[in-house]
């Protein structure tokens, strides 16, 4: 039997969990130094979680911005988080309730998500501002999340996989039964996966923990709070 | 006034973005700092040969104690958010105007030195090498950015420019490309305490004036005091409040507002500057250098509690590092924060119905407000968040009948720069500054046509001379713009009201 799938599979989760592990203690080994919330923002923590909070769900400083890329992106990301959570049935057994009822849910936003990939590349090619700040890698990215997307559709209504076979393929990676992996567009699915989750530490993926950690949002308004003696002062 | 080189914009009922004009911008660049400038503040006096090695090794330095600078140069995907959101885009349509292509400048030389893809696959990921031509873009685009903020609140991360922007003229600083404008005043506040260099003598002088001024003109007894020992109140206030004009009007209506309330003041020779310019290279240790000025007097002079006056960049530097740079300020009354804005000591007054007005004093005047960046987007006022955009306007309704609001895209947290802060109030530059000013004149040009606004106020010293400055290219009356408490000045009744 085939071991590189096993092989390849334990790889990409190494250098996504290490990697990421690595960027975000030194984001965090970097101090924070002089305030920089931009105001109006909270003064408490609370206050910063809530306006997190609607960061991360409504991408509400993007709807300010732009309406078209508010509505792309966030139907993009909506759709990604559907599709993501419907994947859990391939790695729990038995496969929770709740999965079971998104099932249809998550098998129609891949088109959605498709959709706000091919809307945001549109944008990309089509707005000379957009054009001008991108690189190649932001076509890439595009491309490489479409072919993901694209495949992940295919085997949803064209080309079926053998699902049983993949479940006994991932379960097994968890308790080192290893077996083999069914072949078709699963392949291409997985292997565009895996490219996407090793480069999400040294790429503009890293926008994930930064929504987070950055300064001027994710810190509450500290002005004029009074702070300890400074050294001879 | 000589004729400007460039066709100043034409007004536009909205600032929409202009076509892209590549390099439309690439000429514009600050005067370079000679070698004493710079070699007053730690800096070498000219390009040194090593200038590779120690730009890298500072950004190499400044990643390390700057989470912010880290996180923005890693989280930005590129998705376009910002490009239509910089005064200076939409003034001048020069692309590396737009926030994230000014980003890139320092963001490629960060990829190609320090981030695996970078070395590896370079082009494809948008790195480039440190050149000198990479470094003279720095030093024309980095001086094209007032570090106003207004593109961090339209980006879904808060990704704030204005931190590359510090970040790459530090390092520019670093390798002997300082800024002759910048870098001369924060000299002159280390010899002399001002950024206009006034000795304290000079100081007197006018503040006699000013006194003899409002006596003739109001027949009463308002001082103008300075180094006053056991002063309650110390001003900490911006140099050109002293003599500029309309600054001067706004520095009349502070000491009214402290004559007619019955408190005593003092201006301070030592301290005799709100504004921070070591702000606008991020430089912490010339931040602190310069506050400390403000710890002295406060020692000094023993007075109870610290006011600053109208000044943008000030109040951030005051609001948001004075308690860490140069605190704590323990011995201070504790029944106020520790500094306040004139506007939240004046609005408290306001409260107390301790002042009374004569509003049909300003019944000549349609107002509108100008919110100045540092104050909407660094800094806050009042006990809420917000108080920044509330507390002004509430005090110029108090003294005036007449205010309108500009758009709604262009006040409060989304306000445009006047043009000219960061560093950048300088002749040089004056295309860039009157090309930035455009969205702002577009607002106003709005409410002078549909409410007839003839006054638009403001708490900015910057705002006030850029605005002086650029108003009339545009065809706006120069003396259009004033301070918040040049409208108190108008309006309070002196003497008859003490409590």
Partial sequence: ?????????????AVLVLGLAWRIAKFMRAPVGLPIAVTPAPRTSAGVAWRLTKEVLVF???????????????????????????????????VPTWVLWLQPWGRYAGFA??????????????????????????????????????????????????????KRFTLGLF????????GGPLLVHLLAVGVLLMIVPVSKLLHVPGVFLSPSRARADTGRRPVARREGA | ??????????????????????????????????????????????????????????????????????????????????T???????????????????????????????????????????????????????????????????????????????????????????????QKYANEIIGKVHRIGNNLGLPGPALIDTLEGLEEDVKEETGAEVRFPIDQQGAEVLLVTPSADFFAEPHVESLIGYAKVF???????????????????????????????????????????????????????????????????????????????????ICEFTHELIERQALVFDKEANDHRIITFHDSCNVARASSMGKVPGGQFELPRAIIRAVANHFHEMAPDTIREKTFCCGGGGGLLTDELLELRVKGASPRMNALKQVVDHHQVNFMATICAICKAQFSKVLPMYGF?????????????????LGRNCE
Avoid at chain 2, 25 to 36: C, D, F, I, L
Wanted: hydrophobic share 45%.
């Fill in chain 1, 1 to 13: 039997m085939d071991l590189a799938p096993a092989i390849l599979a334990y790889l990409v989760t």
């Fill in chain 1, 60 to 94: 509400a400083s993007l709807f300010q911005s732009n309406k078209w890329t508010w509505f792309f992106g966030w139907i993009f990301h909506a759709a990604l988080a559907l599709v993501l959570l419907r994947h859990l049935r391939y790695f729990l057994e038995p």
């Fill in chain 1, 113 to 166: 998500m498709v959709f706000g990939l091919l809307g945001l590349w549109a944008r990309r090619l089509l707005v000379a501002r957009v054009r001008f700040i991108s690189t190649p890698s932001d076509h890439l990215m595009l491309l490489l999340l479409g072919l993901i997307g694209f495949s992940g559709l295919m085997m949803s209504f064209v080309i079926h996989t053998d699902l049983i076979a993949l």
């Fill in chain 1, 175 to 182: 308790t080192f039964e290893w077996s083999a992996l069914p």
């Fill in chain 2, 1 to 82: 006034m000589a004729t400007p080189s460039f066709a100043v914009p034409a007004l536009a009922e909205e600032s929409l973005p202009p076509p892209l004009q590549p390099g439309a911008m690439a000429h514009s660049k600050p005067y370079v700092a000679n070698k004493a400038i710079q070699e007053a503040l730690d800096y070498p006096g000219e390009l040194v040969s090593d200038w590779h090695d120690r730009a890298l090794t500072k950004l190499a330095e400044i990643l390390k104690r700057n989470r912010a600078l880290q996180v923005y140069l890693d989280a930005c995907v590129h998705c376009g958010a910002c």
């Fill in chain 2, 84 to 178: 239509d959101k910089c005064h200076y885009f939409l003034g001048t349509g020069d692309p590396r105007n737009m926030p994230v292509a000014r980003q890139e400048l320092l963001r490629s030389v960060y990829r190609r030195h320090f981030t695996l893809p970078g070395k590896l696959f370079g082009s494809l990921v948008g790195a480039q090498e440190l050149t000198k031509e990479r470094l003279e873009e720095w030093y024309s685009y980095f001086y094209q950015c007032s570090e106003c903020r207004r593109c961090s609140v339209f980006c879904p991360y808060g990704i704030d420019t204005a931190e590359f922007t510090m970040a790459a003229r530090e390092v520019l600083n670093t390798v002997g490309m300082g």
């Fill in chain 2, 259 to 341: 004559h007619a309330a019955g408190i005593s003041w003092t201006l301070s020779s030592h301290a005799s500057e709100a504004g921070n310019f070591g702000l606008f290279t991020g430089n912490e240790a010339q931040m602190q250098k310069i506050s400390q000025r403000v710890r002295e007097a406060v020692l000094e002079l023993g007075v109870k509690r610290i006011v600053v006056g109208e000044c943008g960049h000030a109040w951030r530097v005051a609001y948001n590092y004075w308690q860490k740079l140069i605190g704590p300020f323990d011995f201070l009354d504790p029944r106020y924060p520790v500094p306040q804005h």
């Fill in chain 2, 477 to 493: 009356e120069m003396g259009m713009v004033g301070g918040v408490h040049q409208l108190v000045s108008t309006a309070i009744r």
